[in-house]
């Protein structure tokens, strides 16, 4: 039997990643590293990258901030699943989302169905030594910054938990060793990823 024959069994698997079937989605808390992960993922597998922020800033011509103090929260919310519902029609490629994202019933659903959610868990001293000096966070302009994420992370990993993949993101591995949990990860997921 071929290296390329061998079946997924671990580390005497020596096949790469192939062409992307289904738009892979990275969720979870602000500062768990979507963005750079996910980033670096799309490049690693020559796939595009794209961002549902970046993609609702550009749409209204705002920032996230600025769309949260004039609109709302509400508002943004709305824009955000019209913009992850596009971008799972249009592209297949490595999406990153906000945090607050895979909260609603209707993202969890049709990102379920359309790609795959992989939940990069960090936990929340890692999460706050990545957001503390950063004024680019809506959610976190409070009297107590600390408690606020505190409570954010509390509500929301049950919903995380419920991502289709979960890679532990502990603060130490680098963002190349993070694209490896994350590829390892999706070998548990043949309909997402080809395999040669």
């Not at 768990?32 to 990258?49: C, I, M």
């Not at 001293?125 to 966070?137: A, G, I, P, S």
Request: proline share 4%; charged share 30%.
């Amino acid at each position: 039997m071929s290296e390329k024959e061998q079946t997924l069994s671990g580390a005497g698997d020596r096949r790469v990643p192939g062409a992307l079937k289904k738009t892979i989605v990275m969720v979870g808390m602000m500062g768990a590293g979507k963005t750079a992960v996910g980033r670096s993922l799309a490049a690693r597998l020559k796939a595009p990258f794209l961002d549902s922020d970046h993609e609702i800033e550009a749409a209204a011509n705002r920032t996230i901030p600025e769309i949260f103090a004039r609109d709302g929260e509400p508002f943004f919310r709305q824009k955000e699943r019209q913009v992850i519902r596009r971008l799972l029609d249009e592209e297949r490629g490595v999406l990153s989302t906000g945090g607050g994202a895979f909260l609603a019933a209707e993202n969890r659903q049709i990102i379920s169905e359309r790609g795959v959610a992989i939940w990069l868990n960090a936990d929340l001293e890692v999460l706050w030594n990545r957001v503390k000096h950063r004024d680019t966070r809506p959610l976190l302009r409070t009297e107590d910054p600390h408690a606020t994420l505190s409570a954010l992370y509390h509500d929301r990993v049950p919903y995380y938990a419920q991502a289709d993949l979960t890679v532990q993101s502990d603060g130490q591995a680098s963002i190349d060793e993070m694209v490896n949990r994350v590829v390892e990860a999706l070998r548990a997921r043949p309909d997402v990823l080809e395999w040669v």
